[in-house]
């Protein structure tokens, strides 16, 4: 089921929270939203949820609005545990269980296995890490058609969060569409096929991981003496960021790391390399501020 | 079969080009032998904890270069077929990105054309010396 978010924004008083964003997330995709704190991506899922009323903009499903029947088929893990605190693990269970049709009573012992979890042990006993298994339990053991999870492996250890991201993959290959919040951006680079960063509450940057990583490189020139001639290159719209230190002149691309290169060469660069950026740089330079002069750079070191 | 791929998804190349590369490769190199069967999509996508639309985008390239075929129902496999060629072909390929990336570092470090041929030459003389 695809979803389109289109031109979201919600204000609380006079604080802006999301503005303008428009997001396409492709049926049966793994959608990545990164973004520092506060850049918007909580609100962002409640408001195509309902959960919060978006002071204005779309979220469409399939092209249709929000239906109490797609709740049905859809599953949330919110940022802060939505767990009550003097039920046991295994009372969400059975709640869970009377929501959902496709609500598996097999499904759910297995992965309260898979998290350790003791469905006698009340939530308020519960650590950090506990509660977001539990979460994660209740929204993986149906078979939900869009899942939306919030930060899901926020307090897991190494070996739970792996098994989280095997459960998205799984979920993923079942043709579920995914949209996912991490801080953690190894492991979106891993389960997301798409991404966007969110900043300040608007969308700085957004595609395909593999076409965000084919296009984005840094192409670094180390030139005879530190009067670089730079003239156009920051208004060039391939460049996303110039960075000068003495002889040593670092330009990122959003695209044409080769042209950009060949051009360095041609304006004397003695050696000129392009370097590949994975997804954590890429989100890095979109969260910064953008492009910048060689001047500003500059006058920062 | 899992075990001759392994992906850095903290790479800047994209996954599925990891993927295919390795896959090539391995063919070229026999480890993968024509007609062997590759695991499913999702089966690859969860041993390498990797997103599935990534691994079916790699398979797909990999049947239009003619690598693998796909049956309907059976699953992916190396093709039969030519594998000779295809051997070949993928054999050619592996080489052809190791030369060009040796080339553009030699460049990148302010080598010029007759530098990087000496150095070329060297290479061969070591390698091939019964063709010397």
Redo the contacts between chains.
């Keep these: 089921m695809s979803i389109s978010i289109e031109r979201l924004t919600k204000r609380y008083g006079k604080f802006t929270a999301v503005e303008d964003v428009t997001i396409e997330i492709p049926a049966g995709s793994v959608f990545g939203l990164l973004g520092p704190n506060g850049a918007g991506k909580t609100t962002t899922f409640k408001c195509m949820l309902g959960l919060a009323s978006a002071t204005s903009g779309t979220t469409r499903y399939d092209s249709k609005p929000l239906t109490p029947q797609l709740f049905e088929e859809l599953a949330y893990v919110p940022e802060r545990s939505a767990l009550y605190e003097w039920m046991r693990a295994g009372d969400h269970l059975e709640m869970q269980k009377r929501a959902f049709k496709s609500f598996s009573a097999k499904r759910a012992d297995e992965l309260m296995q898979l998290f350790s979890l003791d469905p006698r042990k009340r939530v308020r006993n519960m650590s950090k890490g506990m509660r977001t298994a539990l979460s994660v339990v209740l929204a993986f053991a149906s078979e939900p058609r869009i899942m939306i999870l919030d930060e899901p492996t926020s307090g897991l250890d190494p070996v739970n969060q792996r098994s989280v991201l095997k459960l998205i993959i799984d979920a993923s290959a079942q043709g579920a569409t995914i949209v996912l919040s991490s801080h953690q951006i190894g492991q979106v680079e891993r389960a997301a096929d798409h991404i966007a960063v969110l900043k300040n509450g608007k969308v700085a940057l957004s595609g395909a991981v593999d076409d965000l990583k084919a296009g984005s490189k840094i192409v670094e020139a180390i030139f005879e003496s530190d009067a670089i001639a730079l003239d156009g290159l920051a208004n060039d719209t391939r460049v996303t960021r110039l960075e000068k230190t003495g002889r040593i002149l670092r330009v990122t691309v959003r695209s044409g790391g080769d042209d950009v290169a060949g051009e360095l060469s041609s304006r004397g660069a003695l050696s000129v390399r392009v370097v590949d950026l994975n997804l954590e740089d890429i989100f890095l330079n979109a969260v910064d501020s953008g492009i910048q002069t060689a001047e500003v750079v500059e006058a920062v070191q | 079969m899992p075990a001759v791929l392994t992906v850095d998804?903290?790479?800047?190349?994209?996954?599925?080009?990891q993927i295919i590369e390795q896959i090539k490769r391995s063919v070229a190199l026999g480890v993968l032998a024509p007609g062997e069967q590759l695991p499913t999509?999702?089966q690859l996508?969860?041993d390498l904890?990797?997103?599935?639309?990534?691994v079916a985008?790699a398979y797909r390239d990999l049947e239009r270069d003619e690598v693998i075929e796909t049956a309907p129902g059976r699953g992916s496999f190396v093709r039969a077929n030519g594998s000779a060629e295809t051997s070949r072909a993928a054999a050619s390929h592996v080489a052809a990105e190791a030369l060009l990336h040796a080339v553009?570092e030699a460049?990148?470090?302010?080598l010029n054309a007759a530098q990087v041929r000496a150095l070329f030459d060297a290479a061969l003389a070591r390698w091939f010396p019964e063709e010397q």
Excluded: E
């Design positions: 998804p903290r790479s800047g190349v994209p996954i599925y080009l999509v999702k996508a969860l904890t990797v997103n599935p639309n990534t985008r553009r460049k990148s470090i302010g």
